[in-house]
């Protein structure tokens, strides 16, 4: 990863989850976010599950050597957005407010899990794993 790198860890398994991150954009200056699925064996999910996060109840955003999860990653992906696009201002409308983010975040994973059983998708249970083997 290079220091100009931010990495989002998502799980692409969940159409909304994706198309999110299919179309966020962050500023040319802030650097270039890299997509990471949170279902592939890799020593970011591997950090991401070391920290005992878990990817089911939130995204996570790696960023200089600093994590960001669920709330506070979607948060801080508002603040580095590019204000080009519908969608780029409203995200940055929507979830610039720390507190909002932190009152809307659970709603939307909420969708998500909902999401998921409807499409009949496993969660990616990073947490569950014996001795994190998978990764």
Not at 81 to 98: A, C, D, P, Q, Y
Request: charge should be positive.
């Amino acid at each position: 990863m290079s220091s100009k790198e931010i990495l989002l860890i998502y799980d692409r398994d969940c159409p909304a989850c994706h198309y999110y991150c299919q179309i966020v954009r962050i500023r040319d200056s802030v650097g270039t976010l890299v997509l990471i699925d949170a279902r592939e064996n890799n020593a970011v999910m591997k950090e991401v599950t070391d920290l005992g996060l878990d990817i089911d109840q939130g995204m996570v955003l790696k960023m200089h050597d600093q994590f960001y999860y669920g709330a506070d990653a979607i948060h801080a992906l508002s603040l580095l957005s590019s204000r080009s696009g519908v969608f780029n201002r409203f995200n940055f409308w929507l979830f610039r407010s720390k507190k909002l983010a932190s009152v809307l975040y659970p709603v939307l994973r909420s969708c998500r899990n909902l999401l998921l059983k409807i499409l009949r998708k496993t969660k990616v249970n990073n947490l569950d794993l014996p001795n994190n083997d998978h990764f």
